[in-house]
């Protein structure tokens, strides 16, 4: 039940709620540049096939396509209703595929594949077969390979669920944000309880046992505890295996689309703490696990399974239980991660179709590691992960005196030690039930770059609340 779960003050919620990563990678998408490109990306790709032959990757598909841009949203879209457009994208990234899996001749077993966007399903089934084909063409998925794509129920057809049970996949996706009317009407969306339902049920009924994620957004212009509240039970009548529970992260400065929200319909920052804790309360009755940051899953899934054994791990398409050393991405806008470089495509699609056109891989910009960069973003994915992190396993791995390494880290966590979010001993650093909420905040004191960011005062990233 729900009474061990600590409601923080108002004036802690207050004090906490700060500008800050989200720790999808670190170093974060900021730190990269331009002077990291494609003859990097050929060099790390080439070190990845040479050095581990035969280990399994994880790849990435980006489907940029909407026919319309909620929103609220803070993924790269394009809005058109030409459909034409997505066979001319499919044979570009069947030119990437080409590219990239000549560099990997010893390294084309896929553990994991996600298809994200925009839409994926504003492809029609028929192309969903063919880009399965391309990929398939070029790398092989393992037999306990993860196969995952988002899906709107808006677009997204029995025909579309029909060819996706075909191919193999065995993780959906749904986005829902939120089921009041009125919500939806506001950020741009119009999407009914009944498509979704529907679409679920075509989805269990054609194959999906198990393997449906909902996403839901708290904090959304118009959202209030009470229509919150009741979004929640239709949700957890739908019995889907995982939940996605995220902060609405409002940043128009970076998302342009979002200016069309009114800020003033959005919920203060006492009443979207409430939004969280009301998911929160409501997820646990009904015999979700919480999973990491913002996730909650059945008991049986093998993410809380994992989350329990202390083995989640992370990467840009969010947990998983499949991890591998290396992501490759493809597709406008994409980012992988090779052999300790990330590796971002170009976000416009005129630029994505001439580099590709030249023979050049899309890469426009990226970010290559350091041996700090390293250590600092195990120690912020095992938080980000596992809440914990274990000093002796940290010096093992990497050859350094732990304490003596992060003595600022530690130095700076004084303040969410001191709210009981953190604990530190002399084996490990420990995020506590009370600072899960909290876990950005926790992971901010190992970032070494967020000083230079604090100075510029400028707009950077969204609210860690």
């Known amino acids: 039940m729900t009474n061990h779960i600590a409601i923080p ?3 802690v919620v207050q004090r906490f709620d700060r500008p800050g990563p989200r720790y999808t990678s670190y170093p974060t998408a900021v730190e990269f540049h331009d002077g990291v490109g494609e003859s990097v990306y050929r060099e790390h790709l080439a070190k990845a096939n040479r050095e581990r032959a035969g280990e399994p990757l994880s790849l990435y598909v980006h489907i940029p396509f909407c026919a319309k841009h909620c929103s609220y949203c803070g993924c790269h879209v394009i809005s ?8 001319q994208y499919l044979d570009y990234l069947g030119r990437e595929l080409e590219l990239v899996a000549g560099l990997l001749p010893e390294r084309r077993g896929l553990i994991q594949m996600h298809w994200g966007g925009g839409t994926p399903t504003y492809l029609e089934p028929a192309q969903l077969e063919q880009l399965f084909r391309l990929v398939s063409r070029h790398f092989g998925l393992l037999p306990d390979s993860e196969r995952a794509i988002e899906v709107d129920p808006r677009v997204t057809t029995t025909a579309h669920l029909e060819a996706l049970a075909g191919l193999g996949f065995n993780r959906l996706s749904f986005g829902v944000q939120d089921f009041t009317p009125e919500v939806q009407e506001a950020i741009g969306r119009g999407q009914t309880f009944e ?3 529907t679409l679920m049920e075509s989805a269990r009924r054609v194959g999906f046992a198990d393997g449906i994620n909902l996403d839901l957004v708290y904090g959304l212009p118009l959202q209030t505890e009470a229509t919150f509240r009741a979004s929640l039970d239709l949700v957890t009548d739908l019995r889907p295996d995982r939940l996605a529970i995220y902060s609405f992260a409002f940043v128009p400065w970076i998302r342009p689309n979002q200016k069309k929200i009114d800020e003033a319909a959005l919920p203060a920052r006492e009443a979207k703490m409430a939004l969280y804790f009301a998911a929160l309360e409501k997820l646990l009755d009904a015999g979700y696990e919480p999973i990491g940051m913002d996730h909650f ?8 399974r994992a989350a329990r054994a202390g083995r989640l791990d992370r990467n840009f398409m969010g947990y998983t239980v499949k991890p591998s050393n290396a992501m490759i991405a493809f597709g406008v806008s994409g980012i992988g991660e090779v052999e300790g470089g990330f590796f ?3 976000k416009k699609l005129s630029r994505y179709y001439e580099a590709l056109d ?3 891989l899309p890469v426009e910009r990226g970010y290559r590691l350091d041996a700090d960069d390293r250590i600092r973003q195990f120690v912020i994915r095992q938080l980000m992960c596992n809440f914990r992190v274990d000093k002796a396993a940290v010096a093992k791995r990497f050859g350094i005196d732990f304490d003596a390494y992060f003595a600022e880290s530690l130095a700076a966590l004084d303040e969410v030690e001191a709210e009981g979010f953190v604990v530190v001993d002399a084996a490990a650093v420990t ?4 600072g899960r909420l909290f876990v950005r905040n926790v992971c901010m004191a190992f970032d070494r770059y967020l000083a230079a960011k604090r100075e510029a005062n400028r707009p950077v990233f969204s609210r860690t609340v």
């Open 9 to 11: 003050e108002p004036e």
């Open 80 to 87: 058109t209703p030409k459909r034409e457009v997505a066979a």
């Open 195 to 197: 498509q979704t339902k």
């Open 297 to 304: 899953a059945l008991p049986g899934d093998e993410l809380a």
């Open 344 to 346: 971002a495509n170009e």
């Open 358 to 360: 030249a023979g050049e």
């Open 431 to 434: 995020v506590q039930p009370a």
